[in-house]
T-cell receptor, first 114, second 111 residues
Framework: SQTIHQWPATLVQPVGSPLSLECTVE??????LYWYRQAAGRGLQLLFY??????ISSEVPQNLSASRPQDRQFILSSKKLLLSDSGFYLC?????????????FGEGSRLTVL | DAKTTQPPSMDCAEGRAANLPCNHS???????VYWYRQIHSQGPQYIIH???NNETNEMASLIITEDRKSSTLILPHATLRDTAVYYC????????????FGSGTRLLVRP
């Protein structure tokens, strides 16, 4: 069966510090991978999606970047965090071959920037 | 753009049916209707999806109007654990890449 893991689950970072959130998927190959962010009390905002290694599409301009160094690994990064980067970050995957559109989400990473 | 409109909040009594409406008046012929829900501090969970016909699974039923401009998610016997934000999403058939979430409906199930 397929599983998705992301970490860390919680982190508190000062403004201007770097960020690295990691997400890995097991039990499938060539997944589509996504990073979403949810600010407090708000809906889910799609940040990045990837259809393959090294292929990243950005949905909104921001202080963040994403990379996909391996087929089942998706990393969200920032060189210098802003207060507005605080939020709940969710990694997700779905299957290109299944094409059902169903997204499977990780447990989320809650980031607080102080 | 989310392309869907949902009421911001609803409530229902435990054990009763919860009927969550969604308006997608600009839906295209090749777009599916998807429903997800998000329980507080967790990732969204897939519930159901459909194209034209009504659908039912162990979690819910999806009723899509004949003109496909609106749909209703039905939780037949709501429990306290169904309290969550429910998202209605339309997705084109020719792209498996993106699901764009709107604001959703916050459903509160009352004891």
């Amino acid at each position: 069966s397929q599983t998705i893991h992301q970490w860390p689950a919680t982190l508190v970072q000062p403004v201007g510090s770097p960020l690295s959130l990691e997400c890995t998927v097991e039990g499938t190959s060539n997944p589509n991978l996504y990073w979403y962010r949810q600010a407090a009390g708000r809906g889910l905002q799609l940040l990045f999606y990837s259809v393959g290694i090294g292929q990243i599409s950005s949905e909104v301009p921001q202080n963040l970047s994403a990379s996909r160094p391996q087929d089942r690994q998706f990393i969200l990064s920032s060189k210098k965090l802003l207060l507005s980067d605080s939020g709940f970050y969710l990694c997700a995957w779905n299957s290109w071959t299944a094409n059902t559109g169903e997204l499977f989400f990780g447990e989320g990473s809650r980031l607080t920037v102080l | 753009d989310a392309k869907t409109t949902q009421p911001p909040s609803m409530d229902c009594a435990e054990g009763r049916a919860a009927n969550l409406p969604c308006n997608h008046s600009t839906i295209s012929g090749n777009e599916y209707v998807y429903w997800y829900r998000q329980i507080h501090s967790q990732g969204p969970q897939y519930i159901i999806h459909g194209l034209k016909n009504n659908e039912t699974n162990e979690m819910a039923s999806l009723i899509i109007t004949e003109d496909r401009k609106s749909s209703t998610l039905i939780l037949p016997h709501a429990t306290l654990r169904d309290t969550a934000v429910y998202y209605c999403i339309v997705r084109p058939m020719d792209s498996s890449y993106k699901l764009i979430f709107g604001s959703g409906t916050r459903l509160l199930v009352r004891p």
